[in-house]
Nanobody
């Protein structure tokens, strides 16, 4: 059993910063690609950023230059540093990860989501 637990969401003023964390726990052999997605009210879930185990990154155009994704492979944890936040960044942010468990099965997992609200 593998779980992803997110933390770090909240309310922030425009121009402010937040740092999200997502820790994978359970019967883990290794973690592969990890990333963040978001879903605003009335909209589809969209990719924000991904990072491979080798630390290659990919960002949505809307967050390039403002957000930074990183990971700690030893802790099976992925982070999202969000700077210069805008009201349009308001959404529920979901962690996603491809995890190889101790039976050597590779599966995709989602976190429960954390709310980020950017408002004055």
């Amino acid at each position: 059993q593998v779980q992803l637990v997110e933390s770090g969401g909240g309310l922030v003023q425009p121009g402010g910063s937040l740092r999200l964390s997502c820790a994978a726990s359970g019967s883990i052999f290794s973690s592969n690609a990890m990333g963040w997605y978001r879903q605003a009210p009335g909209k589809q879930r969209e990719l924000v950023a991904t990072i491979t185990a080798g630390l290659s990154t990919n960002y949505a155009d809307s967050v390039k230059g403002r957000f930074a994704i990183s990971r700690d492979n030893a802790k099976n944890t992925v982070y999202l540093q969000m700077n210069s936040l805008k009201p349009e960044d308001t959404a529920v942010y979901y962690c996603n990860a491809y995890i190889v468990d101790r039976t050597y099965s590779r599966r995709n997992y989602w976190g429960q989501g954390t709310q980020v609200t950017v408002s004055s």
